[in-house]
């Protein structure tokens, strides 16, 4: 069943907004995406998984705040999921405030220590912040867990420390 048709039969099923939300997102629709995601949330499903993916959709259009909100919310239903942290940092970092955002890529890390995309989100934020050498070492470590990983490759050109 299409998930309108599902939606149309009842406006209150939760997970079809939801889903509805997933698919628009893949299709870049972001502004439909977040229609969906948040009558998922007004209904009462207020998962960090809906939140989670609200805020994506926030970053691709650069509402940071938004999505700084969101990430918040996710974090606080389930502040186990590195992820999450790792995400409201390069919000934070996107937004033009990574001083805000270090915090987050350190308890990331602290969760989940070879994570290489935090670890990339933590040089980003040291190399943002003027924090040179560190922000190299940081590249380099996200580099040893995943060899391909294209902004740590960036990184490490942009601050002139090859490889």
Do not use: C
Not at 47 to 67: G, I, L, N, T
Not at 113 to 123: C, F, G, K, Q, Y
């Amino acid at each position: 069943m299409d998930l309108e048709k599902a939606i149309a039969l009842n406006p209150r099923f939760a997970v079809a907004h939801y889903d509805l939300g997933l698919a628009f997102h893949h299709k870049k629709d972001h502004d439909r995406a977040i229609d969906s995601f948040s009558k998922a949330i007004a209904i009462g499903w207020k998962s960090a998984a809906a939140y989670r993916e609200r805020a994506k959709a926030f970053v691709e259009k650069a509402e940071f705040d938004k999505a700084i909100a969101d990430y918040g919310k996710a974090v606080g239903l389930t502040p186990e999921v590195a992820t999450l942290y790792s995400a409201r940092a390069w919000a934070y970092l996107k937004a033009g405030r990574p001083a805000n955002g270090l915090p987050d890529a350190e308890k990331a890390l602290q969760l989940q220590p070879n994570d290489a995309n935090a670890r990339e989100t933590r040089a980003s934020i040291l190399e943002a912040l003027g924090r040179r050498d560190e922000a190299i070492a940081d590249f380099r470590r996200a580099l040893a867990i995943d060899p391909l990983l294209r902004g740590s490759l960036d990184g490490l050109e942009r601050l002139g420390a090859g490889r």
